[in-house]
Protein backbone atom coordinates (compact mmCIF):
# COMPACT_ATOMS: atom_id res chain seq x y z
CA UNK A 1 0.00 0.00 0.00
CA UNK A 2 1.43 3.59 -0.55
CA UNK A 3 1.80 5.15 2.17
CA UNK A 4 3.69 8.83 2.86
CA UNK A 5 4.71 10.01 6.30
CA UNK A 6 5.82 13.54 7.05
CA UNK A 7 7.35 14.61 10.08
CA UNK A 8 9.47 17.80 10.79
CA UNK A 9 6.95 20.88 10.86
CA UNK A 10 6.81 23.39 13.94
CA UNK A 11 6.18 26.91 14.79
CA UNK A 12 9.34 29.08 13.67
CA UNK A 13 10.20 32.48 13.35
CA UNK A 14 10.46 34.20 10.33
CA UNK A 15 14.65 34.05 8.62
CA UNK A 16 14.29 30.68 10.72
CA UNK A 17 15.07 27.21 9.25
CA UNK A 18 13.25 23.74 9.15
CA UNK A 19 14.26 20.13 7.64
CA UNK A 20 11.12 18.54 7.20
CA UNK A 21 11.02 14.45 6.53
CA UNK A 22 8.96 11.95 4.10
CA UNK A 23 9.11 8.49 4.57
CA UNK A 24 7.49 6.50 1.75
CA UNK A 25 6.32 2.87 1.17
CA UNK A 26 4.36 0.99 -1.44
CA UNK A 27 6.69 2.61 -4.26
CA UNK A 28 9.68 1.76 -6.11
CA UNK A 29 11.45 4.88 -4.39
CA UNK A 30 14.69 4.77 -5.77
CA UNK A 31 13.26 5.72 -9.00
CA UNK A 32 10.43 7.48 -8.49
CA UNK A 33 10.28 11.40 -9.02
CA UNK A 34 9.30 12.64 -5.93
CA UNK A 35 7.83 16.48 -4.81
CA UNK A 36 7.14 18.54 -1.87
CA UNK A 37 3.85 20.20 -2.09
CA UNK A 38 2.25 22.60 0.78
CA UNK A 39 -1.02 23.85 0.60
CA UNK A 40 -1.43 27.43 2.86
CA UNK A 41 -5.11 28.15 3.92
CA UNK A 42 -7.82 29.04 1.70
CA UNK A 43 -5.28 28.25 -1.63
CA UNK A 44 -4.68 25.33 -3.74
CA UNK A 45 -2.18 22.95 -2.72
CA UNK A 46 1.28 23.62 -4.97
CA UNK A 47 4.36 21.60 -5.87
CA UNK A 48 7.31 23.75 -4.51
CA UNK A 49 10.00 21.32 -4.81
CA UNK A 50 10.20 17.97 -6.81
CA UNK A 51 13.60 15.90 -7.67
CA UNK A 52 14.28 12.62 -10.16
CA UNK A 53 15.72 9.34 -9.20
CA UNK A 54 18.80 10.29 -10.46
CA UNK A 55 18.55 13.35 -8.33
CA UNK A 56 17.57 16.50 -10.70
CA UNK A 57 15.96 18.72 -8.95
CA UNK A 58 13.70 21.48 -9.60
CA UNK A 59 11.92 24.36 -7.18
CA UNK A 60 8.99 27.29 -7.73
CA UNK A 61 10.07 30.59 -7.89
CA UNK A 62 8.49 31.01 -4.28
CA UNK A 63 11.41 29.12 -3.02
CA UNK A 64 13.86 29.40 -5.06
CA UNK A 65 17.42 29.80 -3.46
CA UNK A 66 16.42 29.33 -0.37
CA UNK A 67 14.57 25.38 0.13
CA UNK A 68 16.72 22.29 -0.63
CA UNK A 69 15.18 19.08 -1.87
CA UNK A 70 17.45 15.72 -1.46
CA UNK A 71 16.65 11.86 -0.70
CA UNK A 72 18.06 9.37 0.33
CA UNK A 73 17.20 6.03 -1.43
CA UNK A 74 18.43 3.50 1.65
CA UNK A 75 15.72 5.29 4.05
CA UNK A 76 13.03 5.65 1.33
CA UNK A 77 13.18 9.34 2.91
CA UNK A 78 13.14 12.34 1.21
CA UNK A 79 13.75 15.74 2.85
CA UNK A 80 13.15 19.53 2.41
CA UNK A 81 15.52 21.35 4.33
CA UNK A 82 14.03 25.50 4.55
CA UNK A 83 16.02 28.40 5.41
CA UNK A 84 15.15 31.98 5.20
CA UNK A 85 11.39 31.16 5.86
CA UNK A 86 8.90 33.70 5.58
CA UNK A 87 5.14 33.99 6.30
CA UNK A 88 4.16 33.08 3.21
CA UNK A 89 5.41 29.95 3.79
CA UNK A 90 3.56 28.80 6.07
CA UNK A 91 1.84 25.92 5.25
CA UNK A 92 0.60 21.94 5.82
CA UNK A 93 3.62 20.43 3.98
CA UNK A 94 2.53 17.23 2.07
CA UNK A 95 5.60 14.90 -0.10
CA UNK A 96 4.21 12.38 -2.80
CA UNK A 97 5.00 11.31 -6.26
CA UNK A 98 5.92 14.36 -8.93
CA UNK A 99 3.07 13.92 -10.44
CA UNK A 100 0.92 13.51 -7.00
CA UNK A 101 -0.72 10.06 -6.74
CA UNK A 102 -4.10 10.93 -5.96
CA UNK A 103 -5.78 9.35 -3.07
CA UNK A 104 -2.18 8.74 -1.33
CA UNK A 105 -1.85 12.12 0.54
CA UNK A 106 -0.35 11.65 4.16
CA UNK A 107 -1.07 13.50 7.10
CA UNK A 108 1.10 16.25 5.93
CA UNK A 109 3.24 18.31 8.50
CA UNK A 110 2.64 21.98 9.78
CA UNK A 111 5.08 24.68 9.36
CA UNK A 112 3.97 27.88 10.88
CA UNK A 113 6.56 31.10 10.39
CA UNK A 114 4.95 34.36 12.39
CA UNK A 115 6.97 36.44 15.29
Known amino acids: QVQFEESGGDLVQPGGSLRLSCVAS????????MGWYRQAPGKARELVAS???????KYSDSVKGRFTISRDSAKNTVYLQMKSLESEDTAVYYC?????????WGQGTQVTVTS
Open 96 to 104: NTDPARGGF
Open 26 to 33: GIFFRIAP
Open 51 to 57: ITGAGIT
